[in-house]
């Protein structure tokens, strides 16, 4: 067993031999370098990693943040159309179904989807948006009832992705009940 621990010690070009061990021939520094370099790595590993975990735990909150305040910028750009909003997303957080905002007026429901991004939205986000307002009206049918519904995506960014212009156009074409994408950047 101590052969092989030695052996495990040495360096490479060393030939083992257990004598070297008690006469000191075995260059310990070189160990100690080398145990040092790999430990000083991992350190330096884990902080850089830890480092990396609150940036994005920062840039998340970051990101929460600037959602929340597009949010009410939409909101208020609702209420300024005279429409009451009820802001789901800032009272039921995660828990709000994909529906960030419902604006009423008269016999209209708006179903709001809000997104402050600098890059456009793709296709699997407007799916998504679809899926939920379907959710939300059968969760909600008792208070939709009677209501002219309608769907709204609204992003910040000025583009749109070519493949959810396609999606937009075949989908409005085949529905009753058309997606609204608007485009109204934050000032």
């Not at 260059?27 to 000083?40: R, S, V």
């Not at 920062?58 to 597009?70: A, N, P, R, V």
Request: charged share 30%.
């Amino acid at each position: 067993m101590l052969k092989k621990i030695i052996d495990l010690l040495k360096p490479k070009n060393e030939k083992t031999n257990n004598n070297n061990l008690l006469s000191g021939s075995i260059d310990t520094k070189n160990i100690d370098k080398q145990w040092l370099e790999k430990n000083t790595n991992k350190e330096n590993t884990s902080i850089s990693n830890q480092e990396n975990s609150t940036k994005k735990q920062l840039s998340q909150q970051e990101k929460i943040k600037k959602g929340k305040e597009y949010e009410y910028f939409i909101k208020i750009y609702f209420e300024n159309l005279n429409y009451k909003v009820y802001p789901n997303g800032y009272i039921k957080g995660v828990k709000d179904s994909g529906i960030d905002l419902i604006a009423y007026k008269d016999n209209e429901a708006i179903l709001i989807q809000c997104k402050n991004w600098k890059n456009p939205p793709k296709q699997k986000d407007l799916k998504i948006f679809l899926i939920d307002c379907d959710l939300y009206i059968q969760k909600n049918n008792k208070i939709l009832k009677n209501k002219d519904i309608k769907k709204f995506f609204i992003t910040s960014c000025e583009k749109m992705d070519y493949g959810v212009e396609c999606y937009l156009k075949e989908y409005n074409n085949l529905q009753e009940t058309k997606i609204h994408y608007k485009i109204i950047p934050k000032v």
